[in-house]
């Protein structure tokens, strides 16, 4: 293996962390966009559906986190690229963090929204779970309204990841991106 080779084996993340990186980057993308379309559903059948997909894909991204988690603690993550500026490695940790809190926090808000407004959760349409509180409605109307602005929030975070990611690419030309690529892209 070459030198180059295998600094790059050590720069890039480990395979699970990639596949879950990507599962969770099209969930999230795919999860923006019903979200966004659940109000023009017309009323009936098919927005219930398209609810119920939402939530159950919500659930999965709670899952797919904790697993992120889990794999973080436990394998670890390879150290900064060796060319990238102090203030950009504050920011890309801080977005980091910030897409994994609201990563954590967007689908437990949306759960307890919706045991709030005493709707049912039916995951896949296979196992349905109990709700977490007391219909209150009230406090289902405050976090829904919490839940949207967080994924307008997730949403911006994301597409700042998104352009760092490719002006690493595109500009830079540095190792940033192929860290986290799957293998034999890029």
Known sequence: MMENDMRSARMSYPPLAK??????AVLVIVLIVLGLLLG???EGAVQNTAYDLHK???F?????????????LIAGVPPSEPTIERWQIAASHAVHGL??????????IGLIANSAFGA???LFWLIEVPPL???NEELADRLFDLHETLGFIIAGLAAVHIAAALYHYFIRKDGVLQR???EGWA
């Open 120 to 122: 049912p959760l039916n």
């Open 40 to 42: 023009s559903f017309p």
């Open 60 to 72: 999965t991204l709670l899952l797919l986190m904790i697993a992120r988690l889990a794999n973080r």
């Open 99 to 108: 897409l994994y809190l609201a990563l954590f926090a967007q689908p437990i």
């Open 133 to 135: 509180i007391d219909k």
């Open 56 to 58: 159950s894909l919500g």
């Open 180 to 182: 986290m690529a799957p």
């Open 19 to 24: 596949l879950l990186h990507w599962l969770v």
